[in-house]
């Protein structure tokens, strides 16, 4: 199972716009194409932000993106909310669920 | 999505099983896969298996020697053993429901700590 690399940690102030990347050496190549997106905060259920790479669930606001160039994936959250402050993992699935290494989100 | 619910011992021996439920909504548990994860402390996210109430499944290769996943489809209830645990085994522990390449409905989770 491929390795997927995220940064430790991105901030923000409220308002801003940040990226999460989510690197990975068979991304893009047609077997590791399925990345979604999670966000946890600590003590509560994890939650589905974007699915087949680009998708939002019912529910998910427009403010969380995403998108896919070469071998790294990238999560966008729009107008940063104090709520935004979390940890976010990427995952792909090519029959295994395989997650990043995580990265922490701060709202400064 | 669906309300999903982790149950099962808080302290498991070194050397011994660990074994945890999920309890899921009346319904829906034939019509999926369902997956364990678990978070050690302080680091991230470990997919650990999924597996289907005709009894098929698919392990982590990492743990697969010491795993085993079922689901009761007449309890509404899809459970986890993983045998021989260290304290390396040490963490919260998910249920989630498989959606093809995502999981889009997880319990809160269960903290298993393995000590002595």
């Known amino acids: 199972q491929s390795a997927l690399t995220q940064p430790a940690s991105v901030s923000g102030s409220p308002g801003q716009s940040i990226t999460i990347s989510c690197t990975g050496s068979?991304?893009?190549?047609?077997?590791?194409?399925?990345v979604s997106w999670y966000q946890h905060h600590a003590g509560k259920a994890p939650k589905v932000l974007i699915f087949e790479g680009n998708k939002r669930p019912s529910g998910i606001s427009q403010r969380f993106s995403a998108s896919q160039s070469g071998n790294t994936a990238s999560l966008t959250i729009s107008g940063l909310q104090i709520d935004d402050e979390a940890d976010y993992y990427c995952c792909s699935y090519t029959g295994f669920y395989v997650f990043g290494s995580g990265t922490k989100v701060t709202v400064l | 999505q669906v309300h999903l619910q982790e149950s099962g011992p808080g302290l498991v021996k070194p050397s011994e099983t660990l074994s945890l439920i999920c309890t899921v909504p009346?319904?829906?548990?034939?019509?999926?896969?369902w997956s364990w994860i678990r978070q050690p402390p302080g680091k991230g996210l470990e997919w650990i298996g999924y597996s289907h109430y005709t009894g098929s499944t698919t392990y982590n290769p990492s743990l697969k020697s010491r795993l085993r996943l079922s689901v009761d489809a007449s309890e509404n209830k899809f459970s986890l053993k993983l045998s021989s645990v260290t304290a390396a085994d040490t963490g919260i522990y998910f249920c989630?429901?498989?959606?093809?390449?995502?999981?889009?409905?997880w319990g809160q989770g269960i903290l298993v700590t393995v000590s002595s």
């Open positions: 068979h991304i893009g190549d047609g077997t590791y194409d399925l």
């Open positions: 009346d319904g829906v548990i034939s019509s999926h896969y």
């Open positions: 989630a429901r498989t959606r093809g390449d995502w999981l889009d409905s």
